[in-house]
T-cell receptor, first 111, second 115 residues
Framework: RKEVEQDPGPFNVPEGATVAFNCTYSNSASQSFFWYRQDCRKEPKLLMSVYSSGNEDGRFTAQLNRASQYISLLIRDSKLSDSATYLCAVNVYSGYSTLTFGKGTMLLVSP | GAVVSQHPSWVICKSGTSVKIECRSLDFQATTMFWYRQFPKQSLMLMATSNEGSKATYEQGVEKDKFLINHASLTLSTLTVTSAHPEDSSFYIC???????????FGQGTRLTVV
């Protein structure tokens, strides 16, 4: 099983829709979790951290489920500008601390 | 968010030459820097994790003698692609983290083309 897994998509949604992505991780010792956004041919940019109690930032909500070992990202009222690839990242310590990324989920928001 | 600067943003080099890429954290001390490679339409692939003052830890399949990583200070890490070949052409991205367990911030990436 891969360390961090995401559905590659693409998720095609109309403007205004609500869309959710999940990201599963295999290492139960994972310590911290993040969502990043990557536009085509650009570097990833931090979208939000994922806290145990959940985290909301405007139209974006991130949640963590440690029991089932997944994190989720919910986007409400999708905008055209939300079209991008969304990467989850998991911080794991296994002798040394590293940040492992999923392969990303592509979102396409259409008019 | 914190600022990470990567230079150069693009480079074209001849096969057999070496290319050095710099990654600097501009407004924080980066105890850890990560180097990734991304081929077109593919995901980020972690190449190595580098802690300041220590040898980098390379991921399986990444040749440490070909991809030399130096992290001599808390604000600078370099990746040198030695004896580059066309198959090394890719998008190389660094990221930097201040404290273990916190988020990492990315440089702008370097698009390397080996001809």
């Amino acid at each position: 099983r891969k360390e961090v897994e995401q559905d590659p998509g693409p998720f095609n949604v109309p403007e205004g829709a609500t869309v959710a992505f999940n990201c599963t991780y295999s290492n139960s010792a994972s310590q911290s979790f993040f969502w990043y956004r990557q536009d085509c041919r650009k570097e990833p940019k931090l979208l939000m951290s994922v806290y145990s109690s959940g985290n909301e930032d405007g139209r974006f909500t991130a949640q963590l489920n440690r029991a089932s070992q997944y994190i989720s990202l919910l986007i409400r009222d999708s905008k055209l500008s939300d079209s991008a690839t969304y990467l989850c990242a998991v911080n794991v310590y296994s002798g040394y601390s590293t940040l492992t990324f999923g392969k990303g989920t592509m979102l396409l928001v259409s008019p | 968010g914190a600022v990470v600067s990567q230079h150069p943003s693009w480079v074209i080099c001849k096969s057999g030459t070496s290319v050095k890429i710099e990654c600097r954290s501009l407004d924080f001390q980066a105890t850890t820097m990560f180097w990734y490679r991304q081929f077109p339409k593919q995901s980020l692939m972690l190449m190595a994790t580098s802690n300041e003052g220590s040898k980098a830890t390379y991921e399986q399949g990444v040749e440490k003698d070909k991809f030399l990583i130096n992290h001599a200070s808390l604000t600078l890490s370099t990746l040198t692609v030695t004896s580059a070949h066309p198959e090394d052409s890719s998008f190389y991205i660094c990221s930097a983290r201040g404290t273990v367990g916190t988020e990492a911030f990315f440089g702008q990436g370097t698009r390397l083309t080996v001809v």
